[in-house]
């Protein structure tokens, strides 16, 4: 069964690392999908207002006509200054403004410093030189005063096809809001779809946990079961000779010794064959694995009556039991004699611990729902090796054990819904404490 549990622990180790790998590339779709769909986004927006502003740049120079812009007279022309006013409201423009061939300000709807380079050329000069050579054209997003400008440029032609001037119209402000609102939007978006992942995963992980116990449940259930019909069958097949050698023991016995006085070889046989066939009994015990008779019982009275039985036979060991803990009846719903046979396995165990004599503490305490029962002792505590495999069956370290009694108290306490944990103490010695359920209330039988 250590074999199988191992490949079980393996298997189950494995499913929260593909779990994690899952969602920490799930989570990295999530944010490479979002900031491509906002570069996406960004780049269509800058189109769309690139598109736009050439537009109206082109429709600005046909409703003020190239004739009234290449006067000299454009900056004091009321009609010039009103079309390209009302132009900049609709559109939402940050300014309008018109240049020679050489970028010299001629004239702005801002008031900028006419006969200098208009400052937004030193930006980006690459979509005027195309509009003063005929060729509308817009420039990229470029930020002036923390502001993020676009600009776009229309060629304003003499009759002969000679461009005289260029008209620039630059936007941004509420239009460039959009970016950053969808660059919120998608951070959200992002922010939430990881937490969705996180929370998904968090479920995931318990799920993938409990598949995990409960396969490693079932096929503990499985290996007990066929070592069960194993068992039964190996005790079956000894019980016949044991008796045959107790019976054959007896009667030479008889014979060689009519006047009582037997070699003590004759008393050393049924001896090891009482021995042997406790072994098989307890093999036989495992085997059956009888079900559970739950009544309504005080566990107090239990671990009081598995401490009667065994005292004196500790005594003779030159081991003290003692009981402390709660002195209160401690409801549940059990079956007692499973759950003293389990108890009375525990302390027989602890006291063999100790060969030389010490003491063993027996507690019972209540926390919250559930009860617990302790078994500790001063002996030399449990090794690694016995950490890890105590409740696998026949691991045993002693000389004449079964290794069973683990195994089958572990599945008394189990079966009740509880569950048995052996530890070493910090001070020295083992300690094994058993969990169970408490009932709400009720007699107690």
Not at 195 to 209: E, K, T
Request: with cysteine; aromatic share 6%; proline share 5%.
């Amino acid at each position: 069964m250590g074999l199988l549990d191992a490949s079980h622990e393996r298997a189950g180790g494995k499913r929260p690392a593909l779990l994690l790998l899952f969602l920490a590339l799930t989570i990295v779709v999530i944010n490479v999908s979002n900031w491509l769909v906002l570069s996406r986004a960004t780049k269509s927006v800058e189109d769309e207002l690139g598109l736009r502003l050439v537009t109206v740049a082109g429709a600005a120079v046909s409703a003020t006509t190239a004739e009234l812009l290449l006067a000299p007279d454009v900056g004091d022309d009321a009609f010039v200054l009103r079309t390209l006013q009302e132009i900049a409201d609709r559109h939402d423009l940050e300014d309008v403004f018109l240049v020679d061939p050489d970028g010299i300000l001629l004239w702005d709807l801002r008031g900028g410093e006419l006969g200098d380079p208009s400052p937004f050329f030193d930006l980006d000069f690459e979509a005027f030189t195309k509009a003063a050579s005929g060729v509308p054209a817009s420039s990229p997003t470029v930020e002036v005063d923390g502001v993020g400008l676009k600009a776009a440029f229309a060629p304003v032609e003499d009759w002969d096809g000679t461009v005289e001037a260029v008209l620039g119209v630059t936007a941004g402000g509420g239009f460039h809001e959009r970016v950053p609102a969808l660059r919120r939007a998608l951070v959200g978006v992002t922010i939430g779809g990881a937490a969705l992942v996180v929370i998904l995963g968090a479920v995931f992980f318990g799920m993938s946990r409990r598949l995990t116990l409960t396969e490693s449940a079932l096929s503990r259930a499985e290996t007990l079961s066929a070592m069960g019909m194993m068992a039964a069958g190996v005790a079956h097949e000894v019980r016949n000779p044991l008796a045959i050698i107790s019976g054959t023991a007896a009667r030479l016995k008889k014979r060689y010794s009519p006047d009582g006085t037997a070699d003590p070889l004759f008393d050393f046989i049924p001896e090891e064959v009482e021995r042997l066939n406790g072994i098989v009994e307890g093999y036989l015990r495992f085997a059956r694995d009888e079900p559970l008779s739950l009544v309504e019982c005080d566990l107090r009275e239990v671990v009081d009556r598995g401490a009667r039985l065994v005292r004196e036979e500790l005594a003779s060991q030159r081991v003290a039991l003692s009981r402390s803990g709660t002195t209160d009846p401690v409801h549940a719903r059990a079956d007692p004699q499973r759950l003293q046979q389990a108890l009375l396995n525990l302390l027989l165990n602890a006291a063999q611990a100790m060969p030389d004599g010490g003491e063993v503490e027996v507690t019972l305490e209540t926390e919250g729902r559930r009860a617990i029962v302790g078994v500790a002792d001063h002996g030399p505590g449990f090794g690694q090796r016995e950490l890890r495999s105590a409740f696998t069956p026949f691991f045993t370290t002693k000389e004449q054990g079964s290794g069973l009694g683990l195994v089958m108290a572990r599945r008394i306490v189990e079966g009740h819904g509880g569950a048995i944990r052996i530890a070493n103490r910090p001070g020295g010695g083992a300690v094994v404490t058993i969990e169970l359920p408490l009932h709400e209330g009720g007699e107690v039988n």
